[in-house]
Each structure stands twice: as structure tokens, then as C-alpha cells.
């Protein structure tokens, strides 16, 4: 893993290693380690299964629990300082479940797109084995494994880095089914577009209004739109999923979400038949027709007229020598049409 990857990875869970050497190892499979030495990641991952327990237990208690003081009726001068829960140990064990499942991590780990920075062992690559959630589940774990023995085990430090790679906040207060996470939204829309995901600056306010908003924590977001975001919570999780709404309901209204290029990628000649089809089947295009018919030259070679139509785009035709090339020709023809491509290959 060369220092470019390795601070990028620090970058999107804004943590910065002492070791980087511990940050590398989260990535490294056994697979890779037994055919070219050092350690893996195996320690790691059960390292982080304990801590992000322990931090996330943390969060269940601090945000449903509290100590509430009673009067002793039997010894008035004594008071009672017990811990009391909004919800039971029941609902807490359903939360904290949900929260660290291998569904909930490796979907985490998918939208930071870390699976991707895997090192592998070739039996590993072949199988693609950084597509299986226990993969990703493992490397979540791992990571953390890393933080908490790079920070000393700093409490502060491991919950910074399990709120901005979990995101608990928001799953708590909107459940684990609703799709308007602002904050994951933003994220994908970085990556896509920007192969980063976004960085947040926080602020606390001292519990002094920040521009006529009260809250304990400022959020601010640059932006590669060439506008800035900020606003305030009583948490950072609070704040930034404000922020994070505000810039995306703003890539919404201005239509710079998304467009066709970033569904099916840049049009390609071998994949032309393939990425028309998809554009299809999402919905952006009415279904490809293509119709063939074969004659012969005057030689008595066989000549295939082709064509491909598509609803609103019209009909594009012509006669090739094989149907199998004609057809990917006409694809990537009407293609390119399509997602009024300009940098058509010259070769086809």
C-alpha cells in the first residue's frame, strides 16, 4: 500500500497514525501474508470487535441512561445516585446488535469504498473475496483494532473515528430502515464524482450562539461545488447530518446530483450493447431494437445491414461484414448519442 492510499484512508476516517505500519496490516488478509510473510489482519479484527463494542455500548448509555438521585425516606441524610435507562437491556442488546451486525459494518465499509485497498493473496483476488460482507465486516473490525492500539486506547479518539465510520447517531434517531441519510448520500456522491468522500471541520461553541443558531458544536463543509456549508448541533453527528442535507439538497435543486456517465461509466466499444441495456433497465431510455438482415457482395461474401433504434433518439444503420460487430458498433453509436459523448474512439 503505497503513502498516497494510506492518506487518503487517514483522511476519510480523520484519524492520523503515529504508525501507518498498523493502518496497512488492518488491510492485509492472511492469504497475502502466507505467501509473502508479515501479519495480518486476524488480531486486529478481534481487537476492534471489543472496543467498537465497548464504544458503542458507551454511546447507548450516555444517550438512554442517566443518574437519577433519590431521597432515602429512611436515612435522610443520604441520597441515592442510581443509573437509570430509558429502555430496557432488552431494546439496548436489540440497538446494539443492529448497530456492529455484519450487514450494518460491511455496508459502512462498502460506502467508504475501503474494500476496494484490500492486499490479497491470489487465491483471494481470484475468488474476489473483498466483495463478501464477512470480508468487509472483518475489515471494519480491523481498522479499529488499529486506532485503538495506535491511540493508546483514547477513548475520544476511537469514538471520533467509530462515529464517522458508522454514523450510530443516525440510525438511532431515524431507525435502521429509513433511506434519507443525508450524510451516506453526500459520501457516495463524493466518491463517485470525486473519488474522496467529504471532509467536516467541528467547532465547539463554548454554548455561545454561532450566528444566531444555538448548539455545542459548529459544522463546517468545503465543497468542490465552489460553496461552503455550515450550521450547528447539540452533537456532531446532529451537525453534520444538517450540513450534509444542506449541500445535498443543493446538489438537488441545482440538478448536479448525478448523470448517465455516472451510471453506466464512459461509453465503451466492447460494452456499448451491455451499458445501453442498463440505461434501459434503470429506466433512462426505452429498450434497444436492433434488426438484421444478411445479403452478398458480388464476391459472395455475406453483408449484414444493421440496425439499432432507440424512442427518441432515432435509428442508426449501416452494413458490416459480421453481425456480431456490426451490432456493437451500432451500440456504441447510439451510445454516445445518448450521453452526448465527444471523445468517441476514432478506431471504431
Keep these: 500500500?503505497?503513502?498516497?492510499?494510506?492518506?487518503?484512508?487517514?483522511?476519510?476516517?480523520?484519524?492520523?497514525?503515529?504508525?501507518?505500519?498498523?493502518?496497512?496490516?488492518?488491510?492485509?488478509?492472511?492469504?497475502?501474508?502466507?505467501?509473502?510473510?508479515?501479519?495480518?489482519?486476524?488480531?486486529?479484527?478481534?481487537?476492534?470487535?471489543?472496543?467498537?463494542?465497548?464504544?458503542?455500548?458507551?454511546?447507548?448509555?450516555?444517550k438512554y441512561g442517566s443518574f437519577a438521585e433519590e431521597y432515602d425516606d429512611y436515612n435522610p441524610n443520604e441520597d441515592w445516585n442510581e443509573f437509570e435507562s430509558e429502555y430496557s437491556e432488552g431494546k439496548l442488546t436489540e440497538l446494539k446488535k443492529k448497530l456492529v451486525c455484519r450487514e450494518m459494518l460491511?455496508?459502512?465499509?462498502?460506502?467508504?469504498?475501503?474494500?476496494?485497498?484490500?492486499?490479497?493473496?491470489?487465491?483471494?483476488?481470484?475468488?474476489?473475496?473483498?466483495?463478501?460482507?464477512?470480508?468487509?465486516?472483518?475489515?471494519?473490525?480491523?481498522?479499529i483494532g488499529a486506532v485503538a492500539l495506535d491511540s493508546n486506547w483514547d477513548l475520544e479518539k476511537l469514538s471520533n473515528v467509530v462515529d464517522l465510520m458508522l454514523d450510530p447517531e443516525f440510525y438511532l434517531e431515524n431507525g435502521f430502515d429509513d433511506e434519507d441519510n443525508y450524510v451516506e448520500l453526500l459520501q457516495q456522491w463524493y466518491q463517485k464524482k470525486h473519488h474522496q468522500i467529504p471532509v467536516y471541520c467541528f467547532r465547539n461553541t463554548g454554548g455561545f450562539p454561532y450566528c444566531g443558531k444555538y448548539g455545542k458544536y459548529v459544522c463546517e463543509l468545503g465543497s468542490p461545488m465552489g460553496k461552503g456549508f455550515w450550521d450547528v448541533g447539540d452533537t456532531k453527528s446532529e451537525a453534520r447530518m444538517k450540513v450534509?442535507?444542506?449541500?445535498?439538497?443543493?446538489?438537488?435543486?441545482?440538478?448536479?446530483?448525478?448523470?448517465?456517465?455516472?451510471?453506466?461509466?464512459?461509453?465503451?466499444?466492447?460494452?456499448?450493447?451491455?451499458?445501453?441495456?442498463?440505461?434501459?433497465?434503470?429506466?433512462?431510455?426505452?429498450?434497444?431494437?436492433?434488426?438484421?438482415?444478411?445479403?452478398?457482395?458480388?464476391?459472395?461474401?455475406?453483408?449484414?445491414?444493421?440496425?439499432?433504434?432507440?424512442?427518441?433518439?432515432?435509428?442508426?444503420?449501416?452494413?458490416?461484414?459480421?453481425?456480431?460487430?456490426?451490432?456493437?458498433?451500432?451500440?456504441?453509436?447510439?451510445?454516445?448519442?445518448?450521453?452526448?459523448?465527444?471523445?468517441?474512439?476514432?478506431?471504431?
Excluded at 505467501?35 to 450516555?62: P, R, S, T
Excluded at 485497498?117 to 480491523?142: C, M, P, R, T
Design 1 to 62: 500500500m503505497n503513502n498516497d492510499t494510506l492518506n487518503k484512508i487517514q483522511n476519510d476516517i480523520q484519524y492520523p497514525f503515529r504508525n501507518p505500519d498498523l493502518l496497512q496490516q488492518a488491510f492485509v488478509r492472511r492469504s497475502y501474508s502466507k505467501e509473502n510473510g508479515g501479519e495480518d489482519n486476524e488480531v486486529l479484527e478481534f481487537i476492534g470487535d471489543k472496543a467498537l463494542d465497548f464504544v458503542v455500548v458507551k454511546l447507548l448509555a450516555e
Design 106 to 143: 460491511a455496508s459502512r465499509i462498502r460506502m467508504l469504498g475501503f474494500q476496494y485497498e484490500l492486499i490479497l493473496g491470489e487465491g483471494d483476488k481470484e475468488q474476489n473475496i473483498q466483495d463478501k460482507e464477512s470480508v468487509q465486516e472483518d475489515l471494519f473490525e480491523a481498522i
Design 244 to 348: 450534509a442535507k444542506q449541500a445535498y439538497e443543493y446538489l438537488e435543486e441545482n440538478d448536479l446530483l448525478y448523470d448517465w456517465i455516472d451510471e453506466v461509466g464512459e461509453p465503451e466499444f466492447d460494452r456499448a450493447i451491455n451499458q445501453l441495456q442498463e440505461l434501459y433497465q434503470k429506466g433512462y431510455i426505452g429498450e434497444p431494437q436492433y434488426d438484421f438482415s444478411e445479403s452478398y457482395d458480388e464476391n459472395g461474401n455475406p453483408v449484414w445491414h444493421c440496425e439499432c433504434y432507440v424512442e427518441g433518439y432515432g435509428c442508426y444503420y449501416d452494413d458490416f461484414s459480421s453481425k456480431k460487430y456490426g451490432k456493437k458498433s451500432l451500440a456504441y453509436d447510439m451510445l454516445c448519442e445518448i450521453l452526448e459523448w465527444e471523445g468517441k474512439d476514432d478506431e471504431t
